[in-house]
């Protein structure tokens, strides 16, 4: 298992090219790790390519979209992802000029690998999280099958943190494929939180309200605080399937929607920074839930301590490694509801811990999650892979293969 850290050595006259970036939905609201990595690079030129366009903030007009937004486009979509194998694919890589394909998420790097295949591309994946944890998928000896043959075509498989990356290997991804490489974010200016008056919340979430991002413990977290005569107010930046359910629990727990506790929905990336500068500290107590889904790192927490709070969470998956215990933030045991009050507590209590663990998350993204020095490595993983599948790429397409070719 290879760690990268900063930029290589690679000579310039052997990284120019177009890297594919392999998305088949272009791009959701929650992908701007995505967005921020391609904005990063410096010596590929990154060109989103999928099969139909998301309108989001996250978007973009050069992204590349295969099929139209008709009905046609519908049903040949469809065809594609039950074939893996559609000329109209071939014919867009081939007109963007890629040397190379990097898919997001591993169900996409299966989806698009026949077609790297056939023209004779390196592949370059990258795991996210559910696709190594998700039981529905890991436990589908099929989804095993096809992730074995995709780890012997790719050149490299990007794990986001080294629980990932121990997962990959679990799957029987070989461990000489295997590259650690945190995504890091754009480094925000600091946050002028000694000049600012009172913050507006106390505690702020931002995330997908599904279940293993942990609000409902958050929650019970906050009914706890005003029972025990510290009552605090939580901003919940962010929407999903569990919003509703999460309105009814925070009422059904005494707390005041509105008031103790604001549901702010989805907010562009401009408006989740204003709600982390107007709070005192950052909770996503994330945890796994019953399908097995973990947090594989967590973008936020990094977006937290760039903003200058202290974080508490709890124990689970990748969340150690985004999160220095006892140095940028608190963690609590996984799902032990009283410890996660009890450091929510301590930093509601002590503003000058609270401050230093700040201070500490900020600088700790600086020295290690600048996402220009983490792309870096993943430009060089594509210089190395593209060295070692040099070859003409065929001019003509090839008879269309079996509906399962991997």
């Given amino acids: 298992m290879s760690v ?108 698009i690998a026949p077609t790297a295949r056939r023209l004779g591309l390196p592949l370059v994946a990258t795991a996210h999280g559910y696709d190594v944890n998700h039981l529905p998928l890991v436990s589908s000896p099929r989804y095993r099958r096809r992730l074995r043959r995709l780890f012997a075509q790719a050149e490299a498989v990007v794990a986001v943190s080294g629980f990932v990356a121990g997962r990959l290997a679990e799957l029987g991804c070989p461990p000489e494929k295997i590259l650690r490489i945190p995504i890091g974010i754009p480094l925000p200016p ?68 509105g008031v103790d506790v604001d549901f702010l929905g989805w907010q562009p990336p401009a408006g989740v920074d204003s709600v982390l500068r107007r709070g005192r500290i950052f909770c996503a107590p994330s945890l796994r839930a019953a399908d097995g889904s973990r947090e594989g790192f967590g973008m936020v927490f990094l977006e937290a301590a760039a903003a200058g709070l202290p974080v508490v969470s709890y124990r689970s998956g990748g969340v150690p490694e985004a999160v220095a215990d006892g140095v940028t933030g608190l963690l609590a045991p996984e799902g032990d509801n009283a410890g996660l009050t009890a450091h929510l507590r301590t930093l509601l209590d002590d503003a000058g811990l609270a401050a230093r663990m700040g201070s500490a998350g900020r600088r700790r993204v600086l020295a290690e999650f600048d996402v220009g020095v983490r792309t870096a490595a993943l430009e060089d993983a594509y210089d190395r892979a593209v060295r070692r599948t040099r070859r003409p790429v065929p001019a003509a397409v090839d008879p269309a293969p079996s509906a399962d070719p991997a």
């Fill in 190 to 257: 600091p946050a002028d939180h000694d000049g600012a008056p009172d913050r507006t919340w106390d505690i702020v979430f931002a995330g997908r309200l599904i279940e293993f991002k942990g609000v409902d413990h958050i929650l019970r977290s906050l009914a706890d605080l005003r029972g025990q005569g510290s009552p605090a107010t939580l901003a919940v930046v962010g929407d999903g399937p569990l919003r509703p359910a999460l309105e009814r629990a925070a009422r059904d727990l005494g707390l005041e929607v």
């Fill in 4 to 111: 990268a850290g900063g930029a290589g050595g690679t000579p310039a006259e052997e990284a120019a090219g177009t890297v594919a970036v392999w998305r088949s939905t272009l791009l959701p609201p929650s992908e701007t790790f995505i967005r921020h990595q391609m904005d990063a690079m410096s010596r590929w030129r990154p060109v989103a390519v999928g099969l139909e366009l998301r309108r989001s903030p996250v978007a973009s007009a050069a992204d590349e979209v295969v099929f139209p937004a008709t009905s046609a486009g519908r049903i040949r979509r469809g065809l594609f992802r039950r074939a893996r194998w559609s000329p109209a694919v071939e014919r867009r890589l081939r007109s963007v000029d890629a040397r190379l394909i990097h898919a997001h998420f591993l169900p996409e790097a299966l989806l």
